[in-house]
């Protein structure tokens, strides 16, 4: 019974610190709201804690009247998580503390080659980076790779990676290096766990980047399918007949929506692309004027299928902030359904999504080792 008791109070402290690391920072009286705790039981939960030195006071919310609110949160150099990126050709590593802070990153041009010496060479710039930063070895508590194919998590296999060229690869070599705990997601849900993880309990993630891809979340968690392959966004028919995709289908929302087909028309990388969209380039605004167009096709689609906020990311999305209103004008054309297009969001962590998303997973069970 004791025993039983015991487990009740660990488990109540661990959803209070969860829930204090999802809102980055929160007050007493919303915790007891939101977590139906009662205030007294609150308190005590929250006292220890303070006490235990996981949570602290981090300033107080303005009050209309009566005493300040003092906003708590999760207090930041108790562990950090280094977060991995790897694409074809970059490789991007970020520094991430235990209130969900990006204390250093850094994007390398490297290109994938998947041998000893490429993962020592990723190894070294993870350590390099936790030196610059002061972080010790010992406060360094795992390594969450993010990889532009499908995975299989709970295996440590990669599945297939068409970026990458490669198949049914063991991702097992990566823990002999880093001698810490290492995990596996696929880029888009990594990106997704970063761009949603304090927005509502339900949205849609659409990644495009050099290729289209995407995660659902639902109910707070991610929905990977029956064999890790939902949200498969890239490969939905937007043309009947249309043009070939890698898959070997026609007309996938891929061939039309991806980076790769900007960088193609810009004749160099995204960012000629939007300096001569800026220039106001004839060729090149027919071209995002196109592009804008089966953008719209894909979000309505996503919205009719799931009925909850679609989030804007991976290159592309990185861009959009900008095209907003052009953006916003074609899917009020397409949707009949909605009044206005305050579902569509875009995505705050740019090109560091995946990797920061990445991180997720370890923080979390860390707050459970409590
Ligand atoms: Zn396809």
Known sequence: MRANILEIKKQNKIRILKYISRKGSTSKSEI????????PTTLQYVKELMESGLIEETGSYESTGGRKAK???????LGYVAGVDITANHLTVVLVNTRKEIVAAERFRMCYA???????????????????????????????????????????ILLRSHILGISNVSLRNWKP???IPCSFENDANCAACAELDDASENAVYLSLSNTVGGAVYMHGQLFPGENHKSAEFGHMVIKKDGKTCYCG???????????????KAG???????????????????????????????????????????IVLGGY???????????????????????????????????????????????????????
């Open 177 to 179: 290096l880093f001698q």
């Open 71 to 77: 906003a708590l949160s999760v207090v930041g150099d």
């Open 32 to 39: 007891s709201t939101e977590l139906k705790l009662s205030m």
């Open 114 to 156: 998947g041998d000893m010496e490429y993962n020592r060479a990723v190894c070294e710039k993870v350590f390099s980076l936790a030196e610059q930063k002061e972080v010790s070895r010992e406060k360094l508590m795992g390594v969450g790779f993010s990889y532009p194919g499908i995975i299989d998590s709970d295996q440590e």
């Open 267 to 309: 004749e160099g990388n995204l960012e000629d692309f939007f300096e001569k969209l800026r220039r106001k380039d004839e060729k090149i605004l027919e071209v995002w004027n196109d592009y804008l167009e089966d953008l719209a096709v894909m979000i309505v689609n996503l919205r009719m299928a799931f009925d909850c906020d």
């Open 316 to 370: 592309v999305g990185g861009y959009l902030e900008e095209f907003r209103t052009e953006l916003d004008l074609k899917i009020l054309e397409q949707n009949k359904f909605d009044l206005d297009t305050s579902y569509v969001k875009i995505g705050r962590y740019k090109l560091l999504s995946s990797a920061y998303g990445a991180t997720r997973k370890h923080i979390d069970s860390f707050f459970e080792t409590i």
């Open 249 to 263: 289908k026609k007309g996938c929302a891929d061939v039309y929506c991806s980076a790769a087909v900007l960088q």
